[in-house]
């Protein structure tokens, strides 16, 4: 099957840090979007550019034969999917759904189950990136499902991202995506201890950049996050209380799996902390403010 921009109509829930970005780029390329968010005031950029604001999920899922979800939470996604006036009540049979929300890895396999049932193709595609990526279009896209159903979809996902990896069957993208986080989790406790020992021991931290971070040290997070600590910005590419909620997630599977993963631990733990402190709202490199408060 082809989705062309003829017989193509997207509905696209949740509007954020992230979703804003990747739905204007599938406006750019010329489709015809539907929006839906909780907070209709983060959609207005996208309807004064074209989009139509839907008043329900409900509503908006009678209108496309795509919609793709980026929400906060694993319950938002069960509500959105399989609630009374969720997408797979709504959705007609042929529908695509592509959830792109960090969540469970349990959920997701639900989620694709339930929509075989009704005749829907259903995706999960997580994604990392941050608001960087979301705006450049050049996120990491991770995505679970049947082939042929990627295959269908690959095209609109290009308009969003640029490394895109079937990982396996319908769970196989939430699972790569708790590899990142887990990955993310250590690696940001060292991006934010290097740079206040660096600060502590009156190097230029913009100068010690320079030297680490195309050596072995070198990571997304040393190159994109810490020139943010060092100038003091701590706004959201990636909020604090999601990365909780995506650790909690993956300590969760890990124990279902029989993994140990005491890094992981660590940093939950001090993210909680720091979510105490009032950073909640903060960018997960907000993680500085605690280390320097110690």
């Known amino acids: 099957m082809s989705l062309s921009k003829e017989t193509t109509t997207i509905g ?16 750019n390329a010329g489709y015809r979007v539907y929006v839906y968010n909780r907070t209709k005031e983060k959609a207005e950029t996208l ?23 980026i929400v906060g939470y694993p319950q938002d996604v069960e509500e959105i999917y399989l609630g009374e006036h969720g997408i797979l009540n709504t959705a007609k049979p042929g529908t695509y759904v592509i959830d792109m929300t960090t969540s469970s890895p349990r959920l997701a396999k639900k989620i694709f189950q339930a929509s075989q049932e009704k005749g829907i193709h259903a995706l999960d595609a997580p994604v990392s990136g941050g608001d960087v990526g979301a705006r450049e ?9 049947e082939k042929e159903d990627f295959e269908t ?8 991202g640029t490394n895109i990896v079937l990982q396996g069957k319908a769970g196989a993208g939430q699972y790569t995506k708790m590899c990142n986080q887990i990955a ?3 690696n940001m406790i060292g991006v934010c201890e290097a740079i206040l020992y660096a600060k502590k021991s009156g190097l230029d931290p913009k100068n010690v950049l320079k030297s680490i971070e195309n ?7 040393l190159s994109h996050l810490a020139p943010r600590i060092i100038d003091g910005d701590f706004n959201p590419g990636f909020y604090v209380k999601h990365f909780i909620k995506d650790m909690n997630i993956a300590l969760e599977s890990a124990e279902e799996l029989g993994v140990q993963t005491p890094g992981l631990s660590l940093a939950k733990s001090l993210y ?10 903060s960018g997960t490199h907000a993680l ?3 280390l320097e408060s110690m």
């Open 215 to 221: 050596g072995a040290a070198g990571s997304w997070s």
């Open 272 to 281: 909680e902390q720091l979510a105490e402190m009032g950073e909640e709202n």
């Open 137 to 145: 279009a050049t996120l990491s896209i991770m995505v679970g499902g």
């Open 12 to 27: 696209f829930i949740g509007t954020g840090v992230m979703g804003k970005s990747m739905a204007n780029h599938l406006l």
């Open 153 to 160: 979809v690959h095209p609109l996902l290009k308009l969003m």
């Open 47 to 69: 309807i004064q550019q074209g989009a139509i604001w839907s008043n329900s999920v409900q509503g908006l899922a009678s209108q496309a034969n795509v919609i793709i979800t």
């Open 184 to 186: 993310i989790a250590s």
């Open 288 to 290: 500085y403010k605690l």
